[in-house]
């Protein structure tokens, strides 16, 4: 069984910074792409950015220059970094992980996703 577990989420002032992490766990054999996600009240989810094993990102276009994200293969885990926060950040940050793992002599790929970590830009 896999898990992610999120940290690092919280209330920041406008123009401040927070880092989250999110750490896989479980009977892992291989982690692909992970990434970071968001969704904002009444809004659908929306990709803020991903990695690929080797260390190749990928941004959504409006966060680029205000977010990195990168990853430690030996802890298999991700981070997202992001800086001068705006209101319009605030929303429920999910890790997401492409997870390869042995299970009865059977190899499997699957998507996994973390529980949500809350960020709230506000005065």
């Known amino acids: 069984q896999v898990q992610l577990v999120e940290s690092g989420g919280g209330l920041v002032q406008p123009g401040g910074s927070l880092r989250l992490s999110c750490a896989a766990s479980?009977?892992?054999?291989?982690?692909?792409?992970m990434g970071w996600y968001r969704q904002a009240p009444g809004k659908q989810r929306e990709l803020v950015a991903t990695?690929?094993?080797?260390?190749?990102?990928n941004y959504a276009d409006s966060l680029k220059g205000r977010f990195t994200i990168s990853r430690d293969n030996a802890k298999n885990t991700v981070y997202l970094q992001m800086n001068s926060l705006e209101p319009e950040d605030t929303a429920v940050y999910y890790c997401?992980?492409?997870?390869?793992?042995?299970?009865?002599?059977?190899?499997?790929?699957?998507?996994?996703w973390g529980q949500g970590t809350q960020v709230t830009v506000s005065s």
């Open positions: 997401n992980a492409d997870i390869g793992s042995w299970s009865g002599g059977s190899f499997s790929s699957h998507d996994y």
């Open positions: 990695i690929t094993k080797s260390g190749s990102t």
């Open positions: 479980g009977s892992i054999f291989r982690i692909n792409t």
